[in-house]
T-cell receptor
Framework: DAKTTQPNSMESNEEEPVHLPCNHSTISGTDYIHWYRQLPSQGPEYVIHGLTSNVNNRMASLAIAEDRKSSTLILHRATLRDAAVYYCILRDPNSGNTPLVFGKGTRLSVIA | GAGVSQSPSNKVTEKGKDVELRCDPISGHTALYWYRQRLGQGLEFLIYFQGNSAPDKSGLPSDRFSAERTGESVSTLTIQRTQQEDSAVYLC????????????FGNGTRLTVT
């Protein structure tokens, strides 16, 4: 699987937007970009995924660069509950249901 | 609806004892995954089941680790002759049988080997 690079940690003020970056310069044409997050003392939870176009759902937005070598997860208004480790993962659907490979992710702290 | 359920939520065992961890996946999910997460670390893949296919055991760290799954239901992860380095949170996830389906994780079993 192609590798992703994320900052180790980020900090945000409550009720402000947060932009979490992810670099994936070796992404293949068929790799989907998936984001998960892990709240304290919980298992990871799915946030969003996309291929080429920007994606929105009730949790977040995913902005994908035109060359697909980077992407940004956008939380429009951070809340204290959004404090978590955010993982950016590439997944090739042609490789079947192979397990997701989690890196170290970005630890997001939200300040009240 | 019900999510992935894991039991027990916490387990303390003595070094050398065997332990069994249980995972109840979401009904209808054909894929089931086990991961391990040591304190302050990322997730390590252990084993993966997909329907009736042979499981992918490539992540199991030693022959003390094994897992079973009956059909598309419950899975058990067994660790024999536990060692202190086995202390970790063991996470189970399930998903539908498509490659774009998100994984749904349980909250894990925290195993402490004394």
């Amino acid at each position: 699987d192609a590798k992703t690079t994320q900052p180790n940690s980020m900090e945000s003020n409550e009720e402000e937007p947060v932009h979490l970056p992810c670099n994936h310069s070796t992404i293949s044409g068929t790799d989907y970009i998936h984001w998960y997050r892990q709240l304290p003392s919980q298992g990871p939870e799915y946030v969003i995924h996309g291929l080429t176009s920007n994606v929105n759902n009730r949790m977040a937005s995913l902005a994908i660069a035109e060359d697909r070598k980077s992407s940004t997860l956008i939380l429009h208004r951070a809340t204290l509950r959004d404090a978590a480790v955010y993982y950016c993962i590439l997944r090739d659907p042609n490789s079947g249901n192979t397990p997701l490979v989690f890196g170290k992710g970005t630890r997001l702290s939200v300040i009240a | 609806g019900a999510g992935v359920s894991q039991s027990p939520s916490n387990k303390v065992t003595e070094k050398g004892k065997d332990v069994e961890l249980r995972c109840d996946p979401i009904s209808g999910h054909t894929a089931l995954y086990w991961y391990r997460q040591r304190l302050g670390q990322g997730l390590e893949f252990l084993i993966y089941f997909q329907g009736n296919s042979a499981p992918d055991k490539s992540g199991l760290p030693s022959d003390r680790f094994s897992a079973e799954r009956t059909g598309e239901s419950v899975s058990t992860l067994t660790i024999q002759r536990t060692q202190q380095e086995d202390s970790a949170v063991y996470l189970c996830a399930s998903s539908l049988g498509t490659s774009r389906s998100p994984l749904h994780f349980g909250n894990g079993t925290r195993l402490t080997v004394t």
